[in-house]
């Protein structure tokens, strides 16, 4: 899997901007109500709006692997806004678009992933082969607890277009939220499975939550919650669900906003002063994903060193006070 758009933001020496992006993953449900589309749609429109104004130095970046339904809605409200779209799919591109029901939905799905900034295929899992995922099945249902597992382990926050309801479906839209949570997915995951992206105290656990109905006979959420309704949901035993952003959250993204703000204001001196993880010579041939983590380390320790310094001189600096206010007392 390449990651090339992984960081954002200003070119600096051709090569990928030091801003590193909040990464906002989407799951949903394919079979929303008509009637209440709009009114996700301006849902999600301002969520993506408010995280744009209130981290401008961080960029938002949308990853979605634009199944019908919740999936492209959400795609298609991030491109409107001029957000980058990534798209992971579950399957190899041929295989995943026998799971849209029309030609109208598959050309839907042709045209988002033009507009991407990347699309690629995840791996067909241990035990699976092309021919085995070609028909609807356990087999194939455990490409989408792949992917489910994947956009939790790569997102800071997860957007979730849900009726608030837990099933067995393996890599149902429920099943995701619950992995997100408590890193668990029945029938495809061990209990011991971590997510690996350490957000605050413990763990990303971070989603929010859009409450939709299904088209379908019980498609009513589920209580107490009201269709259309909206919520920060996390693991907080105090309070799980509030309209606010966690704090222990949003500390965080504030933080990594600063150091996005940071790199980007000395890119140029980063450019030409920080050191490499590996020899230079080699830092071309790296693959580009690798070679953004390089260019992110460089731009954190040459960070380090500067504010050291700074530190350092404000130290020294009161010090030289501390002296000379002393030597005007006793004279």
Same mark, same amino acid.
């Given at each position: 899997?390449?990651?090339?758009q992984?960081?954002?933001?200003?070119i600096?020496?051709?090569q990928?901007g030091?801003?590193v992006?909040?990464?906002? !993953?989407?799951?949903g449900?394919?079979d929303?109500?008509?009637?209440?589309l709009?009114? %996700?749609?301006?849902?999600?429109?301002?969520?993506?709006s408010?995280?744009?104004?209130e981290?401008?130095?961080?960029?938002?970046?949308?990853?979605s692997?634009?199944?019908e339904?919740?999936?492209?809605?959400?795609a298609?409200?991030?491109?409107q806004?001029? %957000?980058?779209?990534?798209?992971?799919?579950?399957?190899?591109? !041929?295989l995943?678009?026998?799971?849209?029901?029309?030609i109208?939905?598959?050309?839907?799905?042709?045209?988002?992933?033009?507009?991407?900034?990347?699309?690629?295929?995840?791996?067909?899992?241990?035990?699976?082969?092309?021919?085995? %995922?070609?028909?609807?099945?356990?087999?194939?249902?455990?490409?989408?607890?792949?992917?489910?597992?994947?956009l939790?382990?790569?997102?800071?926050?997860?957007? +979730?277009l849900?009726?608030?309801?837990d099933?067995?479906?393996?890599?149902g839209?429920g099943?995701?939220?619950?992995?997100?949570?408590?890193?668990?997915?029945?029938?495809?995951?061990?209990?011991?499975?971590?997510?690996?992206?350490?957000? +605050?105290d413990d763990?990303?656990?971070?989603v929010?939550?859009i409450?939709?109905?299904?088209?379908?006979?019980?498609?009513?959420p !589920?209580?107490?919650?009201?269709?259309?309704?909206?919520?920060?949901?996390?693991?907080?035993?105090?309070?799980?669900?509030?309209? =606010? %952003?966690?704090?222990?959250?949003?500390r965080?993204? =504030?933080?990594?906003?600063?150091?996005s703000?940071?790199?980007?204001?000395?890119?140029?001196?980063?450019?030409d002063?920080?050191?490499?993880?590996?020899?230079?010579?080699?830092v071309?041939?790296?693959?580009?994903g690798v070679?953004n983590?390089?260019?992110?380390?460089? +731009?954190?320790?040459?960070?380090?060193?500067?504010?050291q310094?700074?530190?350092l001189?404000?130290?020294?600096a009161t010090h030289?006070?501390?002296?000379?206010?002393?030597?005007?007392?006793?004279?």
């Amino acid at each position: 899997m390449n990651f090339t758009q992984t960081y954002s933001g200003t070119i600096v020496g051709g090569q990928a901007g030091f801003a590193v992006p909040l990464i906002v !993953a989407v799951t949903g449900h394919r079979d929303l109500v008509d009637a209440e589309l709009p009114g %996700i749609r301006a849902r999600v429109q301002t969520f993506l709006s408010e995280l744009i104004t209130e981290y401008p130095d961080h960029g938002v970046t949308v990853m979605s692997s634009l199944a019908e339904g919740a999936d492209q809605l959400v795609a298609e409200e991030a491109l409107q806004l001029g %957000i980058p779209l990534i798209v992971p799919l579950p399957m190899p591109g !041929a295989l995943y678009l026998d799971d849209f029901g029309s030609i109208k939905e598959q050309e839907s799905f042709d045209y988002l992933c033009s507009r991407a900034a990347e699309v690629y295929e995840l791996p067909v899992t241990s035990g699976n082969t092309p021919e085995s %995922i070609r028909e609807q099945g356990p087999n194939r249902s455990r490409q989408y607890a792949q992917l489910g597992v994947f956009l939790c382990a790569h997102c800071h926050i997860l957007l +979730a277009l849900w009726d608030g309801k837990d099933t067995e479906k393996l890599g149902g839209t429920g099943q995701v939220v619950r992995f997100h949570h408590d890193d668990v997915m029945p029938g495809y995951t061990p209990k011991s499975t971590g997510s690996g992206l350490i957000l +605050a105290d413990d763990e990303s656990d971070l989603v929010y939550h859009i409450v939709c109905s299904r088209n379908r006979p019980d498609g009513r959420p !589920a209580e107490p919650l009201k269709a259309l309704d909206y919520w920060w949901y996390t693991l907080d035993k105090e309070q799980p669900r509030s309209k =606010q %952003i966690p704090e222990r959250h949003r500390r965080v993204f =504030q933080h990594t906003s600063d150091f996005s703000r940071d790199a980007l204001t000395h890119a140029d001196r980063i450019r030409d002063e920080a050191y490499p993880l590996l020899d230079r010579k080699y830092v071309a041939s790296l693959p580009s994903g690798v070679r953004n983590i390089d260019h992110v380390f460089r +731009a954190a320790d040459w960070l380090a060193a500067y504010f050291q310094k700074r530190m350092l001189l404000a130290l020294q600096a009161t010090h030289i006070l501390a002296m000379l206010m002393g030597l005007m007392y006793i004279t």
